[in-house]
């Protein structure tokens, strides 16, 4: 039978749960004195006290015990005025947390774009790398913050990068179905036909989302319409199981091949079949019915 665990969907685990992390900062003391005051006041964005703190002081690269600094919890927040004093009081702006976390993959995955590029002018490292592989343009795609993404690639930022899953910001930005974020990442070079861990592409999760603008854009710039995974699923396996309408129409237009069978023998049409989709079977029964490799009328 045609398992659920077919499905490309459940959004994959860049989340850092830095909000928790924060939480913890300000719900009790991690570090003693003027150290952990600071970190509290950067939280909350209380800049004179940012100010007096340090003046007084204040380690400004003082840690919790699990690495966080007062310019990471800035960043995080988004107190853009924050950020600045501590970047000017030389806090360290490529530190990272016991989970490879830095400032700028903080700022990034909230979207603080201003914080962004204050860090990118004072050294950022625009490809540091989480424990997980995820980077800060990964994340940004991911939560869907086009500015970010849009000004991590003006700066440079390595588009084909792969975390630990095999997953690049392009994947995340498809699962996102993020249409903006996709068709940005393509325009600076996103490899359209890279792999995941277990051979999945692009293409194969936006089908599964049904994200026809998305696969448009994918199949535009040469997405593999008949690639597989290492189980034999292809895109239009995994649209037919969602009952993708149009994003079948689509597929089929690129010559998806309607007779792929996955490594239990299961069909586009046997799928789409088995959870009741009639439209999609129709369509598919259609398109099985003409000679193999003919696409359909008005798509030659």
């Known amino acids: 039978m045609f398992s659920m665990k077919m499905t490309r969907s459940g959004k994959r685990s860049l989340v850092m749960g830095i909000v928790v992390a924060l939480a913890f900062v300000l719900a009790g003391p991690r570090v003693h004195g003027q150290g952990n005051d600071l970190i509290k006041a950067a939280g909350a964005g209380d800049l004179a006290r940012v100010k007096a703190l340090i003046d007084g002081g204040a380690d400004v690269n003082a840690r919790t015990r699990d690495g966080w600094s007062a310019l990471m919890i800035a960043a995080e927040v988004g107190h853009f005025d924050v950020v600045e004093v501590l970047l000017g009081k030389g806090a360290e702006v490529n530190a990272k947390t016991s989970e490879g976390v830095t400032a700028l993959i903080s700022a990034a995955e909230n979207g603080h774009a201003d914080a962004v590029q204050a860090l990118l002018g004072k050294g950022a490292e625009i ?10 343009l990964m994340i940004a795609c991911y939560k869907g913050h086009l500015d970010v993404a849009v000004a991590l690639l003006t700066k440079g930022a390595e ?10 910001a392009l994947m995340y930005g498809t699962d996102k179905e993020d249409l903006r974020i996709v068709e940005a990442l393509l325009d600076k070079g996103a490899e359209v036909n890279v792999r995941m861990n277990d051979g999945g592409t692009a293409l194969m999760d936006a089908a599964d989302n049904g994200g026809l603008g998305v ?19 292809t895109a239009l396996i995994y649209a037919a199981y969602k009952g993708h309408l149009e994003v079948v129409k689509a597929l089929l237009a690129k010559g998806a091949d309607v007779r792929a069978k996955d490594h239990d023998g299961e069909t586009a049409l046997g799928v789409a079949t088995a959870q009741g989709h009639a439209d999609v079977r129709a369509l598919l029964l259609q398109a099985a019915s003409r000679p193999q490799g003919q696409r359909p009328a008005g798509q030659q």
């Open 127 to 136: 490809n540091a790398r989480k424990n997980d592989g995820g980077t800060a």
């Open 159 to 168: 588009v084909n990068a792969k975390d630990q899953k095999g997953w690049t």
């Open 215 to 233: 696969v448009q854009a994918l199949l535009a710039k040469g997405a593999e319409v008949n690639a597989k995974t290492f189980d034999g699923r």
